[in-house]
Structures are given as structure tokens and as C-alpha cells.
């Protein structure tokens, strides 16, 4: 597996020619962030030796490169999630073959179910940390020394420096966010109410599908993390509707200009 990381990263390097400073995967609806970028290169996965290919609607399958806020960034437009048949350790390819790339910071996105009664549609909240509720791992199996260690800390999933960066930038141009704990499930079923009921009471004030093995991953390479998720709907008795993708890529849409905004302010302050 190790070589097969940094064959990729080779392949990749001899196409951009240098390294990249931040890696950012883009989740559902927050695709509209590479408009943000200043593209030097934009690779189809199915172009890229040993990529998986993302199969989710709102989900470009590219990988593109260039610069955001004066910094080299790599970003995935597409994700990989484990409710596509993908294993963990194909979920978090990409963001090891970042390592490789470069990258000192990773930041993450993604679309939720908010499921603290303080929380509204369309909010953005800043995660600040999460709980694995996929019934696996990514580091599972034989650990990659050169990649981490055995058994990895996991006090400080998300960054305390850049959660108050954000917060600062936030406070600065007038944008509201929520702060708290994300819950990662397998899907690809919504949560039923009373799956809402059980996050809620473990300690999760949102609920989805992905983020949580790419930031394990990371935290086992010593990449610092920072995530934002977009409450798409609502799991509190009383505000439950039915759900469909499409609501939620909606959703999420609206909300990108402000998390765009973060995100470049956020990057461009990095030394």
C-alpha cells in the first residue's frame, strides 16, 4: 500500500512539478470553492493511477491543483465514501497520496443532519471534534510506520489553533457559525428518528457519512485538520421531513459563498 501512495504521488509530481501547501476535499454542494482557485491542473481520477472514482451525484471526480489565498493548494472535488463499496483504506488514498504532495494542513467540508435543537438549516458549523460510528477504521491492519505511529492521539482531531483562525475570520466579516462534535455513520440510509435520538445522545450535534476516516488518516500522518459541515436538514422530533440528495445539495449550495469566504481568509493567513 505504502508503495502504491508513492507511486501515485510520483506520477503527480511529474505533472504539477512542485509541492502543494494545503490539501481541502470538498464535499456535497461545496464544489463551487474551485471557482475560488487559480487551476494550474485539473485531473479526471479515472486519469489517476490507483484512484478510486467517485460515484455520488454533485461529485466532479477531479483533482485539481493550483493556488487559493496566495497558497498552493491540492483539493479533491468528489470524495470517496465507504457506503460506495470503497474499503476504508481506498477512502483515505487520496489523502495519503497528499502527504506525499506536500500538504501541512488539511481542510475538510461536508454536508450534515443537525441534530442539536440550537441549530438551524443552512448553518455552518465548525467541528471541533467527532465521534466514529462507522464500525471501522482506516488503520486497521498492519501500521505504516512512515506514515504514524501504532496507535495514533486523537485528543486534538481538529486543529484548537485553526478553530480560533476561523473564528476570528468569521466574527471579522460578520458570518455566523456553529462549533461541535460531528458523527460519522456508514450510510447510505438517512438516519431514522430514533438513530437521530442516539447521536444526539452520545454527544453529536451533527450527523453524515464521511470526514471522519480522512481526518484519522491525517492525524495519523501528523497533518493539522480543520472542518466545516453544513446543516442540510434537521433530525429533531418535531422538524424531520423526508430527505433526498438533491434537498441537500441545495442546501449546501446556498451556504458555500460564506464557507469560501472562511476558507480563503483562513488560507491566505498561513505562514
Do not use: W
Amino acid at each position: 500500500m505504502l508503495k502504491t501512495i508513492k507511486s501515485t504521488a510520483k506520477h503527480l509530481l511529474s505533472i504539477v512539478g512542485e509541492q502543494h501547501e494545503v490539501g481541502i476535499i470538498l464535499g456535497t454542494g461545496l464544489g463551487d470553492l474551485v471557482s475560488e482557485i487559480e487551476v494550474t491542473h485539473s485531473l479526471a481520477y479515472e486519469d489517476i493511477p490507483n484512484f478510486p472514482v467517485s460515484t455520488v451525484e454533485g461529485h466532479s471526480g477531479k483533482l485539481i491543483f493550483g493556488s487559493l489565498g496566495g497558497k498552493r493548494v491540492v483539493a479533491l472535488q468528489g470524495r470517496f465514501h465507504y457506503y460506495e463499496g470503497y474499503s476504508m483504506n481506498e477512502v483515505v488514498f487520496p489523502v495519503r497520496v497528499m502527504k506525499f504532495l506536500g500538504i501541512k494542513t488539511l481542510v475538510v467540508s461536508n454536508a450534515s443532519g443537525g441534530v442539536n435543537p440550537d441549530f438551524e438549516i443552512g448553518d455552518i458549523m465548525l467541528m471541533d471534534d467527532h465521534i466514529n460510528l462507522f464500525g471501522d477504521n482506516p488503520l486497521i491492519g498492519k501500521n505504516m510506520d512512515e506514515l504514524g505511529p501504532r496507535f495514533p492521539d486523537m485528543s486534538e482531531p481538529y486543529d484548537r489553533s485553526l478553530i480560533k483562525k476561523v473564528q476570528d475570520i468569521a466574527k471579522e466579516n460578520s458570518i455566523d457559525i456553529q462549533q461541535g462534535t460531528y458523527a460519522g455513520l456508514s450510510g447510505p440510509t438517512l438516519e431514522t428518528p430514533a438513530e437521530y435520538n442516539y447521536v444526539r445522545a452520545i454527544g453529536a450535534d451533527t450527523v453524515g457519512m464521511s470526514t471522519v476516516p480522512e481526518v484519522i488518516a491525517a492525524r495519523h500522518m501528523g497533518i493539522p485538520c480543520v472542518g466545516f459541515s453544513i446543516i442540510t436538514d434537521l433530525g429533531i422530533p418535531g422538524k424531520i421531513i423526508e430527505m433526498t440528495h438533491e434537498i441537500v445539495q441545495e442546501v449546501a449550495k446556498k451556504s458555500t459563498p460564506k464557507v469560501t469566504k472562511i476558507v480563503k481568509d483562513l488560507i491566505q493567513g498561513f505562514r
